[in-house]
């Protein structure tokens, strides 16, 4: 009897096993994992402080300075974290599949991906700023070999991160832009096809300045992980999968721009309609 007491046990281990793997696995806990250890929720909470640093550039030379201040108030406000943090889990689960999910936890999990999260997350900190500009500038003294440097600009080619920084920027300029303009009285608006040309004369510059910027402070981020270990990171972003990943990161986080800036408008219009006189300082 003893046999098969154990057998019975075991079989009740495996059955037990099998469902709590396939509840984990179900598409929506695959989604909900993705997001906590991927880096994309650190980006999407990133979105205010981003602003702030634009709507300080865009006051030095407002036409407006009143108005686009409070439009940038709106914004802020308008902003809710876990509501778009749903409306992300929305759209990963909209356009992926559990197979490709499974690739990138199988990565993510790894202990080479896992490393260099950690080091990407301490490196962005804001307490770790300063130290990234000491390093940085005393490369001058002691620069990089030439392996690390075109290692470094082939992490950036492939993960493609100056366009992936260039989509936020020019969708969080578009969206500014788009409501201020709409919180301006009706005499002083232009044209949406005039700022929309505006903002995509920009586009290549400010793609060149993120290159430049990524580079840099990639060599900071990435200075605990070894060349072998860099080399293999980068072969995963190399792949269909990797950017797949990418591509579908981008995409998310420009459709969850959109929303935002899509509900700030709203509130404006609430606003021209409440007011007898229009937008009111």
């Not at 991927?38 to 709507?55: C, H, R, V, W, Y």
């Not at 002691?142 to 920084?165: G, K, V, Y």
């Not at 430049?212 to 060349?227: A, D, E, G, P």
């Amino acid at each position: 009897m003893r046999p098969v007491k154990v057998i019975l046990q075991f079989t009740l281990c495996l059955l037990l096993l099998s469902t709590g793997i396939a509840v984990a696995e179900t598409h929506q806990e695959m989604v909900q994992r993705y997001i906590e250890i991927s880096g994309i929720k650190n980006m999407l909470t990133s979105f205010p402080e981003q602003m702030d640093a634009m709507a300080a550039q865009a006051r030095l030379t407002s036409r407006d300075p009143e108005v686009e201040k409070q439009v940038f108030e709106m914004m802020k406000e308008s902003f809710n974290i876990e509501r778009f943090e749903e409306e992300l889990a929305t759209y990963l689960l909209q356009n992926t599949d559990r197979q490709l999910l499974h690739k990138l936890l199988r990565w993510l999990e790894s202990p080479l991906a896992k490393k260099v999260t950690r080091e990407e997350v301490r490196s962005s900190s804001p307490s770790e700023q300063t130290n990234m500009v000491r390093y940085i500038i005393d490369m001058k003294e002691l620069p990089p070999t030439e392996e690390r440097i075109e290692l470094i600009r082939r992490l950036e080619e492939t993960t493609r991160m100056s366009d992936l920084m260039t989509k936020i920027f020019m969708e969080i300029m578009k969206g500014m832009m788009e409501s201020v303009n709409l919180a301006l009285p009706e005499m002083k608006r232009e044209s949406l096809d005039r700022i929309y040309t505006e903002i995509g004369k920009m586009q290549p510059a400010m793609k060149d300045a993120f290159r430049q910027q990524i580079i840099l402070s990639s060599f900071y981020t990435y200075r605990n992980i070894s060349s072998r270990e860099l080399t293999r990171y980068i072969h995963f972003y190399a792949t269909e999968t990797g950017q797949e990943e990418i591509r579908i990161t981008g995409n998310a986080l420009g459709y969850i721009l959109k929303q935002w800036f899509s509900e700030v408008s709203r509130n404006l219009v609430l606003l021209h309609k409440g007011k007898s006189q229009g937008f009111e300082i």
